[in-house]
């Protein structure tokens, strides 16, 4: 069998380098000719755990290629995957489709033979129909299936993920392509996988109906931590007593900053969009929409209010800036909102991130850049945690508290034992769990 992947970011590339290692041969193309030559240099451009040694043990199995001349590759190929990207359209919040379409149009004129045409992109219902237009225009007598096969993994465990998915989706109603899917997914099929067949219409709603719940999910478990604050109660129990309920499940029950990343905030919204267009409203995804952007902001308030009202003239330090551990993307991060509203609020912000600084100095500005946690804090009134990178977790917290000029911690991941801050005589704020003063140990024993 042979693919080609066209797209090699986030799930290009993991798809690529998966598929090749199940014996599939890959050529991934991308137009960022700047990618394609570092990735032919053996560089892998973006950060993810395990990405490198896949890919080098797969080209050097003579089983991976890139390539930034997509004609070539597609007309090899039995299966096109297009896995481009599909950020939101500035201005009113629908996919952008643009490089979909664009990759669409590429496509169309190097294909040879029967191909499989495959929409791996997060990609609104009807997309596939499209798709399908765009190839039969321009090749009316050529032969080909368009599939939707939406893409589930998430980075930091992108590999493993596709690796060993919950299921996957292949949205087409024809027998032949879906015999070239199952040929792709035969060592998936092997460990026994489910795979789910459908239309390619609810294929793609499958995808964005799945993003929806879990930023809901998300969403619901922040303001319920948001209400245990108000009540003296500890989120981290009522997460732990509603998730072992197995009608709930343990997942995603984790209260933060707020969602961020490359999916759930442009899915959502993108959702939200096509359901209005077509007069059937999801008001639930609307209102996690509007919760979500609100609070990224109120946290820059719950810093401020940690470090007594104002923080004019003082120095916050900031640990972690990507929207969660082990990746460097950046995509709607919940620090791009918080940072700019603490400098607006008259602080200077001192930043560390052991992995997304790269793509964190592109986006913000007015930041004091730092090599380490510990140089961050140096001089600080209050450490800020943004994203719980495991190097975070074990601070040596009498270290961090001799080099702070206060010693006020807010935790937003909530990944340190708040009577352990406390005992160390910090000011402790996290979320849903009651602020902690160290004077308030002293009074009323251990909390
Ligand atoms: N990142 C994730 O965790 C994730 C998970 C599931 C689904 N998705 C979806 O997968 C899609 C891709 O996301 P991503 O994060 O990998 O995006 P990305 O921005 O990291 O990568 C997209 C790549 O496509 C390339 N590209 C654009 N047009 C092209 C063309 N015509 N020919 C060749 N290359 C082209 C770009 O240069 C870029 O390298 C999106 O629809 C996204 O919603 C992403």
């Given at each position: 069998m042979r693919v080609a992947m066209i797209g090699a970011g986030y799930v290009g590339l993991v798809s690529a380098a998966c598929f090749s290692e199940f014996g599939v041969d890959v050529t991934c193309v991308d137009k960022d000719t700047d990618k394609i030559a570092r990735l032919e240099g053996g560089e892998i451009p973006i950060f993810e755990p395990g990405l490198a040694d896949l890919v080098s043990s797969n080209v050097n199995g003579g089983r991976l290629k890139f390539s930034s001349d997509l004609a070539p590759a597609v007309a090899g190929a039995n299966a096109v995957f297009v896995a481009v990207g599909t950020p939101s359209r500035r201005g009113d919040g629908h996919a952008d489709l643009t490089y979909v379409y664009g990759a669409a149009e590429e496509v169309a004129s190097a294909l040879d033979g029967y191909t499989v045409v495959v929409t791996k992109s997060t990609v609104p219902v009807g997309t596939g129909d499209e798709i399908e237009r765009i190839l039969r225009t321009s090749r009316p007598e050529g032969t080909f299936d368009v599939v939707s096969n939406p893409e589930f993994l998430r980075e930091g465990s992108a590999i493993n993920d596709f690796m060993r998915p919950d299921r996957i989706v292949i949205g087409t109603d024809s027998e032949r392509a879906r015999d070239v899917m199952r040929q792709l997914y035969r060592v998936l099929y092997l460990i026994e996988t489910p795979i789910v067949f459908t239309s390619r219409r609810t294929a793609e709603v499958i995808k964005y109906a799945s993003n929806a719940f879990l930023a809901t999910k998300i969403t619901f478990v922040n303001e319920i931590a948001d209400l245990c604050e108000s009540l003296a109660a500890d989120v981290h129990d009522v997460a732990r007593g509603m998730g072992l309920d197995g009608r709930i499940g343990r997942k995603f029950l984790h209260p933060g900053p707020g969602y961020g990343g490359s999916c759930f905030p442009k899915d959502t919204v993108a959702l939200a969009r096509t359901a209005e267009a077509v007069g059937a409203r999801l008001r639930i995804v609307e209102t996690v929409i509007e919760i979500n952007a609100t609070r990224k902001k109120r946290m820059a308030d719950k810093i401020i209010d940690a470090c007594g009202g104002a923080?004019?003239?003082?120095?916050?330090?900031?640990?972690?800036?990507?929207?969660?551990?082990?990746?460097?993307?950046?995509?709607?991060?919940?620090?791009?909102?918080?940072?700019?509203?603490?400098?607006?609020?008259?602080?200077?912000?001192?930043?560390?991130?052991?992995?997304?600084?790269a793509e964190a100095k592109k986006l913000l500005d007015g930041v004091v850049w730092c090599g380490s946690a510990y140089e961050t804090v140096a001089g600080a009134d209050a450490l800020a945690v943004l994203t719980e990178w495991n190097e975070f977790r074990a601070l040596d917290l009498a270290r961090l508290k001799s080099l702070m000029r206060a010693p006020v911690i807010c935790d937003f991941r909530n990944i340190y034992n708040p009577s352990q801050v406390a005992a160390a005589g910090f000011h402790y704020s996290s979320i849903g769990r009651p602020a902690i003063r160290p004077s308030a140990l002293s009074n009323e024993g251990t909390p």
């Open positions: 923080i004019d003239g003082k120095a916050i330090a900031v640990l972690g800036l990507t929207f969660k551990p082990n990746t460097d993307d950046m995509r709607d991060a919940p620090s791009l909102a918080i940072i700019p509203a603490l400098i607006q609020a008259g602080a200077s912000v001192r930043v560390f991130d052991p992995e997304g600084m």
